[in-house]
């Protein structure tokens, strides 16, 4: 038998009731519940019922869930939860709230800033070539093509971006 891990976290009261009717609904544990949520299928939508409607974010963390995962599922949900840099915990509060929690990609950052950068620069100089300031067409022209290809580079980065796994 492999060995499990032991994930717990605390939730709202209001939170805890949503997911206790939740499971209640799915005919399912509160437990199985959680692990479907966190492991299986993070970016589904969790079932709300209309009466009871998610907490307010500064309600204090009163409800301690334990759930029990396999190896296997245990690593995917530290290494989900690595990848957005948070803590365990704090990842599956998010997931269960609905949330899809990202992973921080700072190379993809850093690139798109120094793109809109770029772009704001051409920009600028475009400013200048239609507001009068003398510039020749070829240079023009060169700022232009220039412009578009440094749009079409970052539209294509944030287009993966959204696409990504």
């Given at each position: 038998?492999?060995?499990?891990?032991?994930?717990?976290?605390?939730?709202?009261?209001?939170?805890?009731?949503?997911?206790?009717?939740?499971?209640?609904?799915a005919r399912t544990s509160?437990?199985?519940?959680?692990?479907?949520?966190?492991?299986?299928?993070?970016?589904?939508?969790?079932?709300?019922?209309a009466a009871l409607v998610a907490s307010a974010p500064d309600d204090p963390l009163t409800f301690r869930i334990a759930s029990r995962l396999t190896a296997a599922e245990g690593e995917s949900l530290m290494?989900?939860?690595?990848?957005?840099?948070?803590?365990?915990?704090?990842?599956?509060?998010?997931?269960l709230r609905g949330d899809t929690p990202s992973a921080r990609?700072?190379?993809?950052?850093?690139?798109?800033?120094?793109?809109?950068?770029?772009?704001?620069?051409?920009?600028q100089l475009t400013r200048l070539a239609h507001g009068g300031t003398l510039i020749s067409r070829d240079l023009y022209l060169a700022i232009e093509a220039l412009?578009?290809?440094?749009?079409?580079v970052r539209g294509e980065i944030l287009s993966a971006w959204e696409e990504r796994p």
């Open positions: 038998m492999t060995r499990m891990r032991l994930v717990n976290f605390r939730v709202p009261e209001a939170e805890y009731l949503r997911l206790v009717a939740a499971a209640e609904a509160l437990s199985e519940l959680l692990r479907h949520r966190a492991c299986a299928f993070p970016d589904s939508p969790l079932p709300t019922p290494e989900r939860a690595k990848e957005c840099e948070l803590p365990i915990a704090a990842y599956v509060r998010q997931v990609r700072p190379q993809v950052h850093a690139v798109l800033v120094a793109l809109s950068r770029i772009g704001n620069n051409l920009n412009r578009v290809e440094v749009y079409q």
